[in-house]
C-alpha cells in the first residue's frame, strides 16, 4: 500500500506536517475509489432521492424507507431498510470466502440501522458458461453465499445471475438485503454526544483483508488469485448470527447512540465515519481492540477487515449493560476509547500514530475530473432465423435457463415471511406488522448495457419495476450498484457517465427514489473492463401477500400488454445467431404501463402474469407452461417473438374486456391466444410453426443442472 504523491500533499498540508505510516494508510483505503467515489460521486447527482416514503435516504450504512399500513398490527409505523454491495475482486480470487462476506457485510449494514434482516438477493455476472473457470467461480459463489445466509437465517429469496465473456477475468457479486425495523428502533451511523463511549463487538481482530478497500480499487491483476489473497476476508456465519442477536438485544433495550459495521478499512473506516458524521472526533487505544493474533501492530489494528465485528456508540452509564450482552452471547468485547470534540485520534502503546481531523479524513478527498468518450451505437445487421433451432437456442441458453440450480441451495423460506419463492418475476415477503406485502426485483442485463449503456440502463430499471407490478405491487424505492472498469479509460468511463444517466432518467420517469447504493470500478483485467453493469434493486408494497403465479392456469385468454419494438440489439437471439441490431425503443409513459400492469395484477379475474425480459416473448411463454397447462399463440414473424423490451407482459385472464380496459390510452393490449389444458406450446410465427411440450421444455431449461450436478 502507498499513498499516492497528488494525495500524500494534500494530507501533509493539512496536517502541516507529514503523515505517519499509519495515518497514510489510513488515507490511502479511505480515499480509495472503493470507499471514496472520487471517480463517480460527481455523477450521482443525477439520482432522485427524495420521496414522503423515504425516511433516510443515501449516506448512511443502509437507507431507511416508510412502508403503508394495510391494517398491520404495530403502533408504531413500519419501516424497511435496503442495502445493497459489491464483492467483486474478492470473488475473483477466492470465491467462496468473497462471496460470503460479501452477505455479512450487507447484513451487518441492516444492523447498523437497528434493523432485523428478513431477506437477501444477489446478482451474479460470470464469463461464458462453456468456460470451466466460469463453472469453477459460479460453484463456489453460489456455495459462499448459501452456506453464510443459511446458518445466520437470512433468506435469500432472489436476485439474477448472467453469463456474459467479458465478465471471463473479472465475475461481479452484488448481494442486496432487506430489514425491518420501526420508527422507535431506528439507529443511525451519527455519533451523538462527545464523551459517550465507542465499544467493538464481535469476532477478535486478525490480519485478514488487510488493504481490502485499496485492492477493490485497482484492476485484477494476472496473478491476482494467489498474490492478492491476504486482501480477501474470511468470515464466520455462526459468529454473525449471535451478532445479529445481540443487535437486536441491544437496540431493544435502547442501548445504542450509533453504530457502523466494520468493512471496507476496517475498524478505521467504520470509528472515523461515524464520528465524522456527527461532526465529532475521537480518542481510541488500539492495543484495547481485542485480538486474534499476537504481536499485531497499529496498522493492522486500523487497517484489518476481519469479519462479523460491530462499532457502536454508547453511553457511560450503559456500557456494562452493553458487555453484560455480549458475554450472554459469547461475543468478543472491548471498549476501545470514546467520542470527543477534537480530532480523530488513535492511539498505540503510548504513542499517538493517528492524529488528524475526522472529516477530512472520512469525506476530504478529491473528485477525480476524468475524460470521456460516447459510446458507439450498433449498426443493424440481422441473422436469417430458423424457428424451430432459434427457439431451441434462445430457450436453452444459460442466460434465460432455468436458475434453479443456484436458488435451491439457498434456504428461501426461513423466516417465515417468503409468500412468492425464487423463480418468479419478484419474490413477495408477507410484513404481518404493517399487513403489507414487500415485492423485491433485482438484477441488470448485461447484454443491454453493453450493447447500448443509456437506454440499456433505463431498460434494467423499467424492467424491474415491470417484476414488481407483475405480482400486482407499486415501486417505493431502489438502491444501485454500479459497477464499471477503470474510469481512467475514457471509453469505459464514456459507457459507465450512461448508465448512470439512463438508470436515474428511468427512475424519475417511475418516480423511483434511488435511496442509497454502491459503486464499483476498476472491474478491469488482462481479459479487458466488464460491460458497464447497473444493478438495481428495486422495493415495492401492496396490501396483503397474494400475487398471481407465473405458470399458466389453463382456461384463460392470453394477452401481450404493453408496445414492442422492432428491434433485437442485446437480445439472447443475437449472442446466439450472430449479428447485431438498435436497442428497442422504450415506453414514454412508463410509469402509467408499471401502474396499469399492477392492477391488472391484482384483479381477480387475473389467472397469470409474466413480463417479457430476457428471452423475448419466447422464453416468457416457455417458463409459463407445465405439464397442465399449455398454449396456442400466434405471433407476426421472429422479431415479435425474440425481442426484449421490457415493460409487457404476458398475462392470462378470465376477462380480456378488463385488461383492455385497464391499459386503454396507455398501453397496446394484443391477443396472443389461448391457454389450453395439455401442457404444449403450439407456436404459429408467421409461415411457420412450432409445437414443444412441457417436458422438452423443461429438459431445455435445466441446462444448469445437468451441466453442474
Partial sequence: MSLPDSDRELVTAELGRDPTPTEAALFENLWSEHCAYRSSRPLLSAFSSEGDQVVVGPGDDAAVVRLPDNDGDSDAETYVTMGIESHNHPSYVDPYDGAATGVGGIVRDTLSMGAYPIALADSLYFGDFDREHTRYLLEGVVEGISDYGNAIGVPTVGGSVEFHDDYEGNPLVNVACVGLVDEERLVTAEAQEAGNKLVLLGNATGRDGLGGASFASEDLAEDAETEDRPAVQVGD???????????EELVDDGLVQAARDLGAAGLGGASSELVAKGGLGADIELERVH??????????????????????????????????????????????????????VCTFEGETVVDVPAEFLADGAPMNDLATVEPSQPSRDRPDVDLQSAFEAVVGAPNTASKRWVYRQYDHEVGARTARKPGDDAALLAVREAGTGVALSSGAVPAWTDCAPYDGARAVALENATNLAAKGATPLAAVDCLNGGNPEKPEVYGRFSAIVDGLADMCR???????????????????????????????????????????????????????????????????????????????????????????????????????????????????????????????????????????????????????????????????????????????SVGDENLAVDA???????????????
Fill in 237 to 247: 456465519p455462526y459468529s454473525e448470527k449471535l451478532l445479529i442477536e445481540a443487535n
Fill in 291 to 344: 485480538q486474534r493474533e499476537p504481536n499485531m501492530n497499529a496498522l493492522e489494528i486500523v487497517l484489518a477487515e476481519s469479519q462479523e465485528r460491530m462499532c457502536y456508540e454508547v453511553r457511560p452509564e450503559d456500557v456494562e449493560a452493553v458487555e453484560a450482552i455480549a458475554a450472554k452471547y459469547d461475543l468478543g468485547y472491548s471498549i476501545i476509547g470514546e467520542v470527543t470534540a477534537g480530532n480523530y
Fill in 509 to 683: 420517469e417511475l418516480s423511483i427514489p434511488v435511496v442509497g447504493g454502491n459503486v464499483s470500478l476498476y472491474n478491469d483485467s488482462v481479459a479487458g473492463p466488464i460491460p458497464p453493469t447497473p444493478t438495481l434493486a428495486v422495493l415495492g408494497a401492496k396490501a396483503g401477500y397474494d400475487a398471481p403465479p407465473t405458470a399458466l392456469d389453463g382456461s384463460g385468454t392470453l394477452l401481450l400488454v404493453g408496445r414492442g419494438s422492432d428491434a433485437l440489439g442485446g437480445s439472447e437471439l443475437l449472442a446466439q445467431e450472430g449479428g447485431s441490431d438498435t436497442f428497442p425503443t422504450l415506453p414514454e409513459n412508463a410509469g402509467d404501463v408499471v401502474a396499469a400492469l399492477a392492477a391488472v395484477a391484482n384483479d381477480d379475474a387475473t389467472l397469470a402474469v409474466h413480463d417479457v425480459s430476457n428471452g423475448g416473448l419466447a422464453v416468457t411463454l416457455a417458463e409459463m407452461i407445465t405439464s397442465a397447462a399449455g398454449a396456442d399463440v400466434a405471433v407476426d414473424d421472429a422479431v415479435a417473438l425474440f425481442e426484449e423490451t421490457p415493460g409487457r407482459a404476458v398475462v392470462e385472464t378470465a376477462d380480456p374486456a378488463a385488461v383492455e380496459a385497464a391499459f386503454d390510452g396507455i398501453a397496446p393490449v394484443t391477443t396472443l391466444g389461448e391457454a389450453t389444458d395439455d401442457g404444449t406450446l403450439r407456436l
Fill in 695 to 709: 417436458e422438452a421444455i423443461a429438459s431445455l431449461r435445466d441446462v444448469l443442472a445437468s451441466e453442474l450436478d
